[in-house]
């Protein structure tokens, strides 16, 4: 089954600074689609691009998207402490029932 | 309103013991999903449903048996637990199919079996 691998693992900033995270996948996808975990809670929808599209924003956050090298990044601007989390991208799953497969994550902390 | 739900929140059992985990959403979402994430492979989906009376196996079923007769609860049975199954159980619910709609996701249940 396709699915996105996130890198880095694991990304540690400070509180002001550029986050950059990225996912590539293994085969054409319609959508990608970015979460936000904070520790011990469960998984927080950021954002969607579709597969047409290939950047868009959010508030701070910054998501491109290339088809040609199956490729994904997410950037958050200015990070704040808050921002600390786990950060995964999803695609779909080759199931019917509109099931999605997640990466492994990239785990940022950011320093106050 | 609560959204989605997941109870109980932590649970010890022993080996060998049934044990099930629950999901209720008010939101009447038709599909919902059960994951299981563990340090090194991520969230895997264990098992989905489309509607009521309608399941699926996801990637990771071996184990654990789910049924849904209400639209709104998604129940999931681990008939006897091996400690491989050690982990943290998240339920997620969309309203329509596919990767143009996004999850909501439930709090989480955190495993052990001893």
């Known amino acids: 089954s396709q699915q996105g691998e996130e890198d880095p693992q694991a990304l540690s900033i400070q509180e002001g600074e550029n986050a950059t995270m990225n996912c590539s996948y293994k085969t054409s996808i319609n959508n990608l689609q970015w979460y936000r975990q904070n520790s011990g809670r469960g998984l927080v929808h950021l954002i969607l691009i579709r597969s047409n599209e290939r950047e868009k924003h959010s508030g701070r956050l910054r998501v491109t998207l290339d088809t040609s090298k199956k490729s994904s990044s997410l950037l958050i601007t200015a990070s704040r402490a808050a921002d600390t989390a786990s950060y995964f991208c999803?695609?779909?799953?080759?199931?019917?029932?509109?099931?999605?497969?997640f990466g492994k994550g990239t785990k940022l902390s950011v320093k106050p | 309103d609560a959204g989605i739900t997941q109870s109980p929140r932590y649970k010890i059992t022993e080996t060998g013991r049934q044990v099930t985990l629950m999901c209720h959403q008010t939101w009447s979402h038709s599909y919902m999903f059960w994951y299981r994430q563990d340090l090194g492979h991520g969230l895997r989906l264990i098992y989905y449903?489309?509607?009521?009376?309608?399941?699926d196996k996801g990637e990771v079923p071996d184990g654990y048996v789910v049924s849904r007769s209400k639209t709104e609860n998604f129940p999931l049975t681990l008939e006897s637990a091996t400690r491989s199954q050690t982990s943290v159980y998240f339920c997620?619910?969309?309203?329509?199919?596919?990767?143009?709609?996004?999850?909501?996701f439930g709090p989480g249940t955190r495993l052990t079996v001893t």
């Open positions: 997620a619910t969309a309203g329509y199919p596919g990767s143009s709609y996004e999850q909501y």
């Open positions: 449903s489309a509607a009521a009376d309608i399941t």
């Open positions: 999803a695609t779909e799953g080759g199931g019917s029932q509109g099931n999605l497969i």
